[in-house]
């Protein structure tokens, strides 16, 4: 079982809490919640899990957000965490998994040269609707698994192919 901690992260927002799962430092994972629903939510806490199971150090930032954030603080407070993820010291992979409001800030980090467009990536119920967060997994080099719920935001998109994105969906 990986060992439980915080890490001390600041961004535009104010302290950012998270928790941080100690792994044995196979891999690098930063979880980014959505709105409200924080990692401890189904949808994100399997990922979580599986994550840690690949022996991962894993990063769950807590939902902070009450109200939709302008798009510069989401980057930033993103950006900011994934400053303090990177500063544990792990050298290898990196994993960043998004959900909902979390995927908004994963495509600013891909589309600012935060994250290469190889990196390993999951979108938990992405907004692909949203062209910011479309244009971020079509622009991947690397496949990317995408959970998309059938009520969600892609309605009116007919699979991966209708709205532009490649990857597993599942």
């Not at 939510?41 to 990922?47: E, L």
């Not at 990063?59 to 965490?81: F, G, H, N, T, V």
């Amino acid at each position: 079982m990986a060992e439980l901690r915080s890490l001390n992260i600041v961004g535009p927002s104010g302290q950012l809490d998270n928790v941080h799962f100690e792994g044995n430092g196979r891999r690098l994972a930063l979880v980014l919640p959505g709105f409200r629903g924080g990692w401890m939510t189904a949808a994100v806490y399997y990922p979580v899990l599986a994550l840690q199971e690949s022996a991962s150090d894993v990063i769950c930032m807590e939902s902070i957000y009450s109200a939709q954030p302008p798009r510069e603080r989401l980057y930033a407070d993103a950006a900011a965490a994934l400053k303090a993820a990177r500063a544990i010291g792990s050298d290898h992979e990196e994993v960043i998994a998004g959900k909902s409001l979390g995927t908004a800030q994963v495509a600013e980090l891909l589309t600012r040269g935060d994250l290469s467009s190889d990196t390993l990536t999951i979108w938990l119920t992405p907004l692909i609707l949203d062209p910011a967060v479309a244009g971020a997994i079509a622009s991947l080099t690397r496949p990317a698994l995408l959970v998309i719920d059938r009520y969600g935001d892609c309605a009116g998109t007919t699979g991966r192919e209708g709205a532009g994105l490649g990857g597993l969906m599942v």
